[in-house]
T-cell receptor, first 111, second 114 residues
Framework: DQQVKQNSPSLSVQEGRISILNCDYTNSMFDYFLWYKKYPAEGPTFLIS?????DKNEDGRFTVFLNKSAKHLSLHIVPSQPGDSAVYFC??????????FGKGTRLSVIA | DAGITQSPRHKVTETGTPVTLRCHQT?????MYWYRQDPGHGLRLIHY???????DKGEVSDGYSVSRSKTEDFLLTLESATSSQTSVYFC?????????????FGPGTRLTVT
């Protein structure tokens, strides 16, 4: 059973608007959450993370929100730029265990 | 960029042949990982290593073996390749396994089994 779910395979947003990527998880023991970004023919690169003791973390145009009661996190990109077009993976971990990744959401930012 | 290289970057092989993929790091990180990426499945962990000669299985380890004889090298072997192992394989490294450590990924190896 998937522990980390990204239910939207794709998302299309206009340049300058907000992109919101969602991720749900089932394991309440997860204590750290990360977002990775992947361009075609490249490896994933770390984007932003959040500890379970926080509900928000911001880094420039990127903000991650964590709602523990709903077991939901989201990545907000404001404003969206064409260079943000990529596949975004949500990942989570519990203590001393490897990361568990979602299936990814393909974001297309239209100029 | 973290110093991670993968070789080969592309390989086509026939069903039943053995295949070895290599991951090399220059960061002296303790942990190394092998993932596969497939459409509709995201990134799935195959095996990981927490030190020289210390390895453990991941979510999709059947049909794969690994070895780590040096800190910098982590090898993934398909003993007898099957078409279901056609995929893009990524190596990753991290300084630790604790939740707060990020993983850094290599550029990937595209493997096609015909």
């Amino acid at each position: 059973d998937q522990q980390v779910k990204q239910n939207s395979p794709s998302l299309s947003v206009q340049e300058g608007r907000i992109s919101i990527l969602n991720c749900d998880y089932t394991n309440s023991m997860f204590d750290y959450f990360l977002w990775y970004k992947k361009y075609p023919a490249e490896g994933p690169t770390f984007l932003i993370s959040i500890s379970s003791i926080k509900d928000k973390n911001e880094d420039g145009r990127f903000t991650v929100f964590l709602n523990k009661s709903a077991k939901h996190l989201s990545l907000h990109i404001v404003p969206s730029q064409p260079g943000d077009s990529a596949v975004y993976f949500c990942a989570a971990s519990e203590g001393n265990t490897p990361l568990v990744f979602g299936k990814g959401t393909r974001l297309s930012v239209i100029a | 960029d973290a110093g991670i290289t993968q070789s080969p970057r592309h390989k086509v092989t026939e069903t039943g042949t053995p295949v070895t993929l290599r991951c090399h790091q220059t960061e002296n990180h303790r942990y190394m990982y092998w993932y596969r990426q497939d459409p509709g499945h995201g990134l799935r962990l195959i095996h990981y290593s927490y030190g020289v000669k210390d390895t453990d299985k991941g979510e999709v380890s059947d049909g794969y073996s690994v070895s780590r004889s040096k800190t910098e090298d982590f090898l993934l072997t398909l003993e007898s390749a099957t078409s279901s192992q056609t995929s893009v394989y990524f190596c990753a490294i991290s300084p630790g396994l604790l939740s707060s450590y990020e993983q850094y990924f290599g550029p990937g190896t595209r493997l096609t089994v015909t």
